[in-house]
């Protein structure tokens, strides 16, 4: 079903993992779609692959361009020649480990990008926003289920970026009300686009749970770690909200139609998750269900920084984007091992 009137989207970070299954979802809904990336965690085979997934005809509405957002000029080429209609702005760095090491790095990329960012959709008067921030501006909550109107707490300087960036949204929504901004809270994104063309595809040794067991199935890793059999849960093991990233896709669809059709959305945070926690121990049998491959693993001390359980309520965006996730862990599990299946290299070409 396309949208009446072509509606033009900037997509930041569009060929990342959550990017390129969002730019699916946007070009078959009738958008149309201009990427910036760097390509500084992710390649171009990845769009490549967007545009052999839609068709060619599809494939004409979306334009990719190479640059930085902290080149405010990189930015400014892109707005003086179209006009936009909004922004998704996914294009970000997200590796805790890494901001607690170099957080200089983060808050230059994820700060200085995002206003850069900001200061270029005002000029043009483009006010229309939906930003990715995390579930990680939770903390370590105090209650499950998360719902919007919680405290908000920063544990590293990656989460840092995502806080100052939600505040941030907010100040400019209440210095100037006419900017529309979706905030969206992702939990944990997993899965990938059910073709297995298009997939997470982690630089290095993935710090995330399934990407690192896809590589335990395919043999790139011997084991996986499970960190933490002592938590206060029915097995031991820490429990997450994983969310399918097609639903997540999804979602960004929602809260763009919302975006525009609400005058009175303002700054506006809502939760994308499914509202079902999954210990790391039902993830991986729901794993090997899924690929009939045996994970191995080995017991280990709790990682610092972890929470015992996080997972959403979904009440808001049910009720006001009118969006619910569809897919649960099975068929999450289902769709990331098609991917490692047919990509136990990600996009490399050549084994
Ligand atoms: P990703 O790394 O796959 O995609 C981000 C993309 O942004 C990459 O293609 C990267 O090259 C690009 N990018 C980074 N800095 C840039 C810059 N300065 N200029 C231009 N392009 C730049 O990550 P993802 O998993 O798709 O995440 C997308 C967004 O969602 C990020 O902002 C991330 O913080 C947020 N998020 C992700 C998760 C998750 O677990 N994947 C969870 C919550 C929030
Ligand atoms: C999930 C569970 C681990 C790896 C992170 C970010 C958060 C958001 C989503 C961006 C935990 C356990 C993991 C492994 C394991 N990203 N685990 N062995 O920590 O919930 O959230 O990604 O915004 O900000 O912090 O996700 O996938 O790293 O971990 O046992 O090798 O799996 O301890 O309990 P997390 P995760």
Redesign the pocket.
């Known amino acids: 079903m396309g949208s009446s009137v072509e509606q033009n989207i900037l997509v930041?970070?569009?060929?990342?993992?959550?990017?390129?299954h969002t730019v699916v979802q946007l070009l078959k809904e009738g958008f149309k779609v201009s990427i910036?990336?760097?390509?500084?965690?992710?390649v171009i085979e990845?769009v490549d692959r967007v545009r052999e997934l839609v068709g060619p005809d599809l494939s004409k509405k979306l334009e990719f361009n190479l640059?930085?957002?902290?080149n405010k000029g990189?930015i400014e080429k892109l707005f003086s020649k179209q006009r936009f209609d909004a922004v998704i702005?996914?294009?970000?760095?997200?590796a805790v480990g890494e901001s607690v090491g170099n957080p200089r790095r983060y808050f230059d990329?994820?700060l200085v990008?995002t206003i850069n960012l900001y200061e270029t959709m005002a000029k043009y008067n483009c006010k229309m926003m939906v930003f990715?921030?995390?579930?990680?501006v939770y903390g370590q909550p105090e209650k499950i289920p998360c719902m919007e109107d919680f405290e908000l707490k920063a544990m590293n300087p990656?989460g840092r970026t995502?806080l100052f960036l939600e505040e941030i949204a907010r100040d400019i929504h209440g210095a100037e009300p006419e900017w529309r901004i979706v905030l969206l809270?992702?939990?944990?994104?997993v899965g990938a686009h059910e073709s297995g063309r298009i997939g997470?595809?982690?630089k290095g040794i993935p710090n995330?749970l399934m990407p690192y067991i896809q590589q335990v199935a395919v043999g790139r890793l011997p084991e996986l770690n499970v960190y933490g059999h002592d938590y206060p849960t029915e097995d031991g093991s820490a429990v997450r909200d994983y969310i399918h990233v097609m639903d997540l896709a999804d979602g960004h669809i929602a809260a763009l139609r919302k975006l525009f059709a609400d005058p009175k959305i303002g700054c506006t945070a809502y939760n994308l998750g499914t509202g079902r926690g999954t210990s790391v121990l039902e993830m991986v049998a729901a794993f090997e269900k899924a690929s009939g491959k045996k994970i191995p693993i080995k017991l280990c001390p709790r990682r610092s920084g972890d929470a015992t359980a996080v997972y959403a309520s979904t009440e808001r965006a049910e009720k006001e984007l009118g969006w619910k996730a569809k897919y649960g862990v099975d068929e999450m599990c289902r769709d990331q091992w098609n991917w490692a299946n047919n990509n136990p290299w990600g996009y490399q070409r050549k084994l």
Not at 12 to 20: D, L, N, Q
Not at 67 to 70: K, M, P, V
Not at 89 to 94: E, Q
Not at 132 to 136: C, D, E, K, L, W
């Open positions: 930041t970070g569009g060929a990342g993992f959550i990017g390129t910036i990336d760097n390509l500084d965690n992710s990845a640059g930085d957002l902290r990189d702005h996914f294009a970000g760095l997200k990329n994820n990008g990715s921030s995390s579930a990680t990656y995502k809270r992702y939990f944990n994104p997470e595809d982690p995330n």
